[in-house]
Nanobody, 121 residues
Framework: QVQLVESGGGLVQAGGSLRLSCAASERTFSTNYMGWFRQAPGKEREFVATINRSGGALYYDSVKGRFTISRDNAKNTVYLQMNSLKPEDTAVYYC???????????????WGQGTQVTVSS
């Protein structure tokens, strides 16, 4: 059974940091690109970052230089280190897996349940 389980969300002040984790079943992790998306209240879900098995990454422009996606293949876990957080980063963050490298939500086959990140001003 394919499972993605996020953790690490919470409440943080602007300028602070959080690290999100996503634990995946081995079958999901070994064959897929892993990505992070987010959905703010009243807005559509948007791409944040994606990473291939070798560690190559793509980022949404607004998070470049502040967020870092990484993966530990031995632990079947992908991370999103978020620094210099802004109130506009407030959203539910989702981990997802895809067979192709993409920023497009529709190309991701598996999704986690999401974890809330709230950044106060």
């Amino acid at each position: 059974q394919v499972q993605l389980v996020e953790s690490g969300g919470g409440l943080v002040q602007a300028g602070g940091s959080l690290r999100l984790s996503c634990a995946a079943s081995e079958r999901t992790f070994s064959t897929n690109y892993m990505g992070w998306f987010r959905q703010a209240p009243g807005k559509e879900r948007e791409f944040v970052a994606t990473i291939n098995r070798s560690g190559g990454a793509l980022y949404y422009d607004s998070v470049k230089g502040r967020f870092t996606i990484s993966r530990d293949n031995a632990k079947n876990t992908v991370y999103l280190q978020m620094n210099s957080l802004k109130p506009e980063d407030t959203a539910v963050y989702y981990c997802a897996a895809s067979g192709v490298v993409s920023r497009r939500e529709a190309l991701y086959d598996y999704w986690g349940q999401g974890t809330q990140v709230t950044v106060s001003s």
